[in-house]
């Protein structure tokens, strides 16, 4: 789970649907995880059904593993949008997932909010395990034949990898470190311990490197031991992310503080008046003019860039207006969809100043 602008998070995959106005996309590093699950779980499983069944369960295990997560972050989603925030993207990928999500009007959530939204994806999977447990028994008949009853049973394997995926995936989500949900926890508790919310990422995100040293540490152990490989490989991955994204993570943190106390509007070129997009370009400009067409904002006329004839020949396209009030996080948000180049500032009804892309372009110097 994520929070904050899409301006700072890339992403590549493949749009595989919806959830409300937020696409859901099947990172393309999920195909590497595709393959060493068939492929690695492929030949044990063929010891016991023919061989292209075993690879078929193998792909179906991780299927399964797929449907998880896609569970774990749709509830992210549907409570966070419950709680007023936007679901930008759900994203699933070779370690896991995560959801983009924007407080109302882009800001980032509060502590309340961060707890409820941070519990949702685990408890989700955890809920999920305890309807399949309940399945298997119910398969077995008794608690001591479900190991027996579900390893001669196609329908009883599935539903075997649908508990151990969710029981997994929703209590190592809880480990106490950043990205994974427990280090949303940690954050929201030291935040509201201390009151500042620096405090509890800089804690949790360090827990997350901790946690992400300790399972790389684990993976070596397996190595030595002389355990199947492909375990140690997916532990070392998986400790490898953790540790990559808590460091990450501490990158940001003067970022994300700068972002929340930016004044945006320091940034805006103000307008100095208005033209009609059908009138000849003005020999001499002064500023930067407000271009409308029927009455209605279509754009701007920079002086640098006016060529003419028209003023419609030279002007630069706005895709949306802000409000002069509006937050810095509200600002972004709406310059981050993927059309907009330039916004119209407005206050009192009228347009007092335009951004584009490049004012918002934030150098080292800014957050030093």
């Given at each position: ?9 890339p992403?590549?995959g ?6 409300g ?27 016991g ?19 998880s ?5 749709a509830?992210?989603?549907v ?80 539903i ?20 994974l ?19 509890g990422?800089?804690a ?28 140690a ?40 008046g ?13 500023g ?25 020949d ?7 207006t802000v ?17 907009t ?9 009228r ?8 004012d ?9």
């Amino acid at each position: 789970m994520k929070f904050g602008s899409r301006l700072f998070q890339p992403n590549a995959g493949l749009t595989i649907g919806r959830i409300g106005s937020a696409p859901v996309v099947l990172g393309y590093s999920w195909l590497v995880l595709a393959a060493i699950m068939v492929f690695g779980l492929g030949p044990n499983l063929a010891e016991g059904f023919r061989s292209w069944v075993g690879y078929a369960l193998a792909a179906c295990y991780g299927l399964v593993l797929l449907l998880s997560v896609f569970i774990h972050e749709a509830a992210h989603a549907v409570v966070g949008n419950r709680l007023g925030h936007r679901s930008e993207r759900i994203v699933l990928t070779f370690l896991g997932g995560h959801t983009d999500l924007s407080g109302p009007e882009g800001r980032r959530p509060a502590n309340r909010d961060l707890l409820v939204i941070a519990l949702a994806g685990p408890l989700a999977n955890l809920v999920l395990a305890l309807i399949a447990g309940s399945a298997m028994l119910l398969l077995a008949h008794a608690p001591e034949q479900v190991v027996s009853a579900v390893s001669d049973h196609l329908g009883g394997q599935i539903i075997w990898a649908f508990f151990w995926s969710n029981l997994l995936l929703g209590a190592f989500n809880l480990l106490p470190g950043l990205p994974l949900d427990g280090g949303q926890l940690v954050e929201s508790a030291v935040w509201a311990a201390t009151g500042q919310r620096r405090t509890g990422t800089t804690a949790a995100a360090w827990s997350g490197i901790v946690i992400g040293c300790g399972i790389i540490a684990l993976a070596v152990t397996i190595i030595v031991t002389g355990r199947p490989f492909v375990v140690a490989l997916g532990a070392a991955a998986t400790g490898g992310f953790i540790a990559y994204a808590g460091w990450q993570q501490l990158a940001r943190i003067p970022l994300l503080v700068f972002v929340d106390d930016w004044d945006i509007f320091t940034r805006m070129r103000p307008v100095v008046g208005t033209i009609e997009a059908r009138e000849p370009v003005p020999d001499s400009l002064s500023g930067i003019l407000a271009v409308t067409s029927g009455g209605a904002l279509v754009g701007y006329l920079d002086p640098a860039a006016a060529r003419g004839p028209l003023v419609e020949d030279s002007m630069v396209l706005i895709s949306g207006t802000v409000e002069r009030s509006a937050s810095t996080q509200a600002v972004i948000h709406e310059m981050t969809k993927p059309e907009t180049w330039a916004v119209g500032v407005i206050e009192n009804g009228r347009c007092v100043g335009v951004l584009s892309q490049p004012d918002l372009e934030i150098n080292k110097d800014d957050i030093a």
